[in-house]
């Protein structure tokens, strides 16, 4: 082989290697600038949800957090949900869940925390999340009771994954009210 010949393909070997550096180099610039493009994109639940929240997330609100895990409040009789008369926070809670696989979301949302109601914004907006979740099922957990509070474990069957949250209720006088709704939690039987 002549060095010519050598010299000619050393050449073909050198400008191959360097059209592919620059071909990776394009291709690792197009992902870096798609990665932070998709970062300035609301996600989709913010359109649904224009309150303030933290998941929430399994899925937006002003923070960006996601619907129904937003930090807790502090408790305030005069404000908060009631739980029906003639129920315990125990009945409540199946009524709840009963209402969600009922597909009576209006209702469902009428027991959630004042907070909770806030971050989904109304009981439209609540139908159309916790809808698309598709709930098939739920469990409850055995009431854990310290002094005027009660906490109860709920975990909601998705075809995705199970949802767990911690509900924990306040006697006032003879009345129940629902403190809080938080994401998380472990049943205990």
Known sequence: ????????????????LVVIAVLLAAIVGVIIW???????????????????????????????????????VEFDAATATKVPKGQTPEQMLKAYNEDIIGSKFAE?????????????????????????YGITSYSMGKPVTEGDTVTIVTEQVTPQMPISYTWTFKKVGDQWYVASRTMGGTITK
């Open 108 to 132: 469902a949302y009428k027991l959630l925390p004042v907070d909770k109601q806030q971050s989904y914004g109304d009981a439209a907006s609540y139908e159309a999340q916790v809808k698309a």
């Open 34 to 72: 798609q990665q932070s493009q998709a970062a300035k994109i609301p996600s989709p639940a913010a359109a649904v949800d224009p309150t303030p929240t933290g998941n929430q997330q399994m899925m937006g609100g002003a923070t960006g957090a996601a619907p129904g895990a937003a930090a807790p």
């Open 1 to 16: 082989m002549s060095d010519q010949t050598q010299s000619n393909n050393n050449q073909m070997i050198v400008i191959a």
